[in-house]
């Protein structure tokens, strides 16, 4: 397994990452059995992959409940990364993100939200820190909060101990630099996969890049579109799939075809598509950090291959021009 140091912190981890959203269920996912989730998660951690991503926004606080029961004696192991910005209570005067299961999720990085957002994380999840806290997404008027004040609240937190680090998910060029104008970033989280390579193009990975700071893939399959266990006749199950443009017939239809041409690629490595895929997103940039998101523990398996396989030069630009087309299209 490949390791990484993230961003300006002193804070090492795999190069891949469990992601939880799925963990989560609820109607982002659908349903998600607790007790495969920490299966998944036990086998994460016996593969050697010592990052795991959670958010308190993933089924409304449940995936940091199933992740804090499933690290139970394992702290010491792992890098912990968790999220704040995001509320369902107490939401007056607060941007609306969306409204999902019942409740109007709302954007707040005020400093005093974000306070008693992370004592709530570290209750569900079972810990006295965070190694990594992330801004979740991104303050909007009415409730515009300036990234300076959102900034003192985190480094008020690492001065109690509760996280080592900070980050950011969501961004523009320009907030990322706000960021890291007012301290050292570890991480910036955005999506990213070999059909949806935007932070290519607006500067998001430059930056990064230019600032020392590590760039963490979200999605880098396509939300299991890229494992090639999906066929034409698959239901798209949540809105996580059924919001995404590559679940649309036509689209799927030329992923499909281009997963195809990766096959005999599988045969030469002998692994899977899913790992194949993950391989290329992971030697695309050396400061990338890649987040694989499973709730079943022959997933994490699948995964954890692809964090240790390592592709031919050649072998790599042909993925990079077969799935070229993605991008072109956007």
Not at 19 to 42: F, N, R
Not at 81 to 91: A, E, F, V
Not at 134 to 152: C, D, F, R, S
Request: charged residues 25%; proline residues 3%; aromatic residues 6%.
């Amino acid at each position: 397994m490949q390791y990484r140091k993230l961003g300006q912190s002193d804070i090492e981890a795999t190069a891949i990452g469990l992601g939880t959203w799925a963990i989560g269920g609820d109607s982002q996912w659908g349903h998600s059995d607790d007790k495969t989730s920490i299966y998944a998660i036990h086998e994460a951690i016996d593969q050697g992959i010592t990052l795991i991503d959670t958010a308190p926004a993933y089924g409304l606080g449940h995936s940091e409940e199933v992740v804090g029961k499933a690290i139970a004696g394992k702290r010491d192991d792992i890098v912990l990364i968790s999220k704040c910005g995001l509320i369902w209570d107490n939401t007056e005067g607060c941007a609306l993100l969306m409204h999902r299961d019942g409740v109007d999720v709302c954007r707040n990085l005020a400093a005093g939200s974000i306070i008693e957002q992370v004592e709530r994380t570290l209750k569900r999840l079972n810990t006295d820190y965070l190694d990594v806290l992330l801004t979740h997404w991104q303050a909007v008027p009415p409730n515009k909060t300036p990234i300076e004040e959102t900034m003192g609240a985190m480094d008020r937190l690492i001065e109690q101990g509760k996280i080592r680090a900070v980050g950011a998910c969501n961004v523009t060029p320009d907030e990322i630099r706000t960021y890291a104008s007012c301290g050292k970033v570890a991480i910036i989280q955005q999506k990213y996969s070999m059909l949806d390579r935007t932070v290519e193009q607006n500067g998001i990975m430059d930056t990064c890049e230019e600032l020392g700071i590590t760039f963490q893939a979200y999605s880098p399959l396509e939300r299991g579109l890229l494992t090639g266990k999906v066929t034409m006749q698959t239901e798209a199950v949540g809105n996580a799939k059924k919001s995404l443009r590559f679940y649309a017939p036509e689209e799927r239809q030329k992923v499909l075809a281009m997963l195809e041409q990766f096959k005999p690629l599988c045969e030469k490595y002998e692994t899977s598509l899913a790992s194949l895929a993950i391989a290329w997103t992971v030697a695309r940039k050396p400061f990338m950090n890649v987040l694989c998101g499973a709730r079943k523990p022959e997933q994490v398996s699948d995964n954890a291959a692809g964090g240790s396989l390592i592709l031919e030069q050649e072998d790599l630009e042909l993925m990079d021009r077969l799935s070229a087309w993605a991008s072109e299209e956007a």
